[in-house]
Every structure is written in structure tokens, then in C-alpha cells.
């Protein structure tokens, strides 16, 4: 499937493709993300949520709506993006020619072609784990 997305140039040679076995659902980032997404939902439910909810004035029915798109954009931030991420993961394919580095992905919508000469690239660090599996990282 990579080959056939991962348009090669004339006199380019395929030297591998393939997909990632693993999957992993948390990154770096989300070592802070998470914790602060947290409080995040808490803050807004205790202050904005409740209040709305036990007052039922008028004005209350201009805050509804932007209480739902703040709720969505939250609910995100805790779980819709990790949704979107394996999504993501799980449609990559990365493929290796004599030339380049290419990663194909299908994000929510449409394809994505990332590519990279491998001469502008630092040189690969290859982690090699149980049978044929392993990790190659460049840079």
C-alpha cells in the first residue's frame, strides 16, 4: 500500500515498507497534558457548569451553547485525541527507499505524505528488540 502512495521518483529503488506492530497511546506531552486537561474539568464544571445549571434565569440560555462547545473541546483534550491519534497510528505505513524516508498517514481526513532525503537526515539509531522487531530512529 506504501509504494502505491508513496510516489517514487524515476531511478528510486524500494528498500522496505511497513507498518508500526505497536501502538502507543501516550506521549511525552501528555505527561502534562493529561493532569492539567484534569483540572481543566474540574475548574469548569465546579464554576461554570453548576452555577448555570442551579440558576435558572434567562440569561443562562446564551451560556448553554458555550458550555457545550467548551465541554466538547475538554472531552477532546481527555479522550478524543487519543481516539484520533491510534487512528492515525494504525494507518501508517512508513516506507524506506535508497533515497528517502517516507511516511504515509491517513489522518481524519484525506492522505498525508511526509518524505525526507536521507542525506539531510542524521545518521538512522537502530534499537533492535525480541525476533525482527525493533525501533529506528533518525535524529
Same mark, same amino acid.
Not at 497511546?25 to 506531552?29: E, G, M, P, Q, Y
Not at 511516511?103 to 481526513?109: E, G, I, K, Q
Given at each position: 500500500m506504501a509504494s502505491e502512495l508513496a510516489d517514487l521518483y524515476p531511478g528510486e529503488r524500494l528498500l522496505w515498507t511497513g507498518m508500526p506492530t505497536r501502538y502507543p497511546? *501516550?506521549? %511525552?506531552?501528555d505527561r502534562v497534558i493529561l493532569p492539567l486537561s484534569a483540572f481543566a474539568v474540574i475548574m469548569f464544571v465546579s464554576n461554570a457548569v453548576v452555577p448555570v445549571l442551579r440558576d435558572n434565569r434567562a440569561g443562562n440560555v446564551v451560556m448553554v451553547p458555550f458550555l457545550v462547545v467548551f465541554g466538547l473541546m475538554v472531552t477532546h483534550l481527555l479522550a478524543g485525541r487519543f481516539v484520533v491519534r491510534r487512528r492515525e497510528l494504525r494507518t501508517t505505513t512508513y516506507t524506506v527507499t535508497d533515497q528517502r524516508v517516507i511516511?504515509?498517514? %491517513?489522518? *481524519? *481526513?484525506g492522505w498525508r505524505v511526509n518524505s525526507a532525503y536521507l542525506r539531510s537526515l542524521p545518521p538512522p539509531l537502530v534499537v533492535s528488540e525480541s525476533g525482527s522487531v525493533g525501533r529506528i530512529k533518525f535524529g
Open positions: 497511546v *501516550l506521549s %511525552r506531552t511516511m504515509v498517514s %491517513r489522518p *481524519l *481526513l
